[in-house]
Each structure stands twice: as C-alpha cells, then as structure tokens.
C-alpha cells in the first residue's frame, strides 16, 4: 500500500513538569486545518490498538492526530519530572484532579504544529477527564470535543468503600491498594488515595446525578457515541447526553452497532463516524 502519513514518536511536558510520550500522525498532503487529539482511559496507552487504528482512519482522511499518554497510562507507572525524582502514577495511583495538565500539554503541542482549532477525542475515562478540561479551562482553542464510550454508572461509589479510602488515608496508607475486585474497571483496583481523589473531584462529568456537570457547561461542538455490545453506556445514556449539554454549539449522538468498549473489529466504523462530524465543524 502507498505511504499517505508519518507517524512520530513525540514528547511532551505538563505544566507540573512531567514529560509524556506519545506519537503524532501527519498526512504527507496538505493538512486540514483541524488537529485532533487522543486522550486515553485507564490503564491506557498512547499506542494502544484501539486509537491507533482510529487515528489512522482519521489521518487518512487528512487530519493530523495526536495520540499521547496521559499520566493514568498502563496500571502504574513511574512518571518522569523534567526536574527532581520520578513520581508513581498509572492508571493505580494518578489523581484525576491533575488531568486538565495532561490534556493541556497535548492541546499545546498539537497548537505547537501550527493548528489553531484542536478537538478532543476522550474514550472512557479519557472521556470524563476531556470533559472535566474544558468545563474548567474553557480552552478556546478547543473546536470540539468527541466523548468515545464514556463510563456513566462508574461515577456512582459504594459508600462503604469510600469510608475504608478515608481510613486507609488517615492511616497513612493512601498509596496501598483497595481490595481486588473493587472496581469493575482497570485492573480492578487502585490505591485509596486514588479512589478519593476521584469521589472528591467528582467523576459525575455527565450528569447521571449532578445537577450542574461538566458537560452542560462546554460550549464547542460535541459528539458522544457508544458502541451496542458490552459498553459503558446505551441509548439512555446518550440521551442524559443530549439534554445536558446546554451551551454545546450542537450535539451529536451515536450507537456504533457491533461495536464492544474498545471497539474491537469496529475501529474503521467509529472511524468513519467521527471523520463524518469533523467535516460537519471544520
């Protein structure tokens, strides 16, 4: 087959000084004038199947994409500091507080190649943190934000869980991991301090129980889609979706029949959806 992109391994650092890898995608025709960006869900990797056979679909069609790691990549993970000793992170024991800094980075370096007008891709707990970002930061330079399969009915916690974080905490034990099979996701647990940190920030971005989330205040373009076999959301969900995001320029919403979490054997068609409502923004 003909070469029609680049892919390059890249580096980017945070605002709080740690360097994340990634790859870039780049048509070897003129770009269009839109950048998209890949953030990750746990335990995720930049390289990981499912985005970068997304991400080649969309370069394909003449888009360059970013794909990087954020700090929740791989179940733990140490995080080099441009400066001082590496920090444990991974998917185990990072703070979702500190993700509008992974997302940030990525959105200055795609902005660094020259591209004014960036949309965020976020699959599953990418999709909470991409939401989460643009609530807080209103980054303008965020054309449109793609929210891939994000996990609805996660964000509701056992209290009995969140009492054992507080103590495991208060005991000095924060960075010891919660029971196995505490959480359906991942490696099906994290550390405690993790897990509180997520309570305390508030993983709701959606609005299954909040009254005023995250996405009814992202005011670009939106497109949410799930695919119908063993996902984290349905039609229901992508309702609450469409009723929630208020101040959004316009809302897209789609089932990907076939398609599983990861959208096994499905990647081209998510592909196509969302290089379908790229052209619809760009």
């Not at 892919?7 to 709080?16: A, Q, S």
Request: with cysteine.
């Amino acid at each position: 087959m003909p070469t029609t992109h680049t892919e390059e391994i890249v580096y980017t650092e945070t605002g709080d000084g740690f360097v994340l890898e990634g790859v870039a995608l780049r048509p070897l025709s003129a770009p269009k004038p839109l950048a998209v960006i890949w953030v990750h869900g746990l335990t995720g990797r930049f390289y990981a199947r499912t985005q970068m056979l997304v991400s080649r679909r969309l370069v394909a069609d003449g888009y360059t994409v970013v794909s990087g790691n954020n700090r929740g990549h791989d179940f733990g993970a140490r995080i080099s500091r441009t400066s001082g000793e590496p920090v444990l992170a991974g998917g185990g024991w990072e703070l979702f507080d500190e993700s509008p800094q992974d997302v940030d980075a990525w959105v200055t370096f795609a902005a660094g190649l020259g591209f004014e007008r960036i949309v965020v891709i976020g699959h599953s707990l990418g999709a909470l943190k991409a939401a989460h970002y643009q609530a807080t930061r209103q980054d303008a330079r965020v054309a449109g934000l793609v929210a891939a399969s994000p996990p609805i009915q996660a964000t509701r916690v056992d209290p009995r869980l969140v009492a054992l974080a507080r103590q495991m905490v208060a005991e000095g034990r924060g960075r010891d991991l919660l029971p196995w099979g505490s959480s359906r996701a991942g490696a099906g647990t994290h550390s405690a301090t993790t897990f509180l940190n997520r309570v305390q920030t508030g993983l709701d971005q959606y609005g299954l129980d909040t009254a005023d989330p995250a996405i009814g205040q992202i005011r670009c373009p939106i497109l949410a889609l799930f695919g119908t076999v063993q996902d984290t959301g349905d039609e229901q969900d992508l309702a609450m979706i469409r009723r929630n995001a208020q101040a959004a320029a316009s809302i897209d919403t789609v089932m990907i029949d076939g398609a599983d979490h990861v959208y096994t054997g499905r990647e081209a068609a998510v592909g196509q959806v969302i290089v379908e409502w790229l052209a619809k923004i760009a």
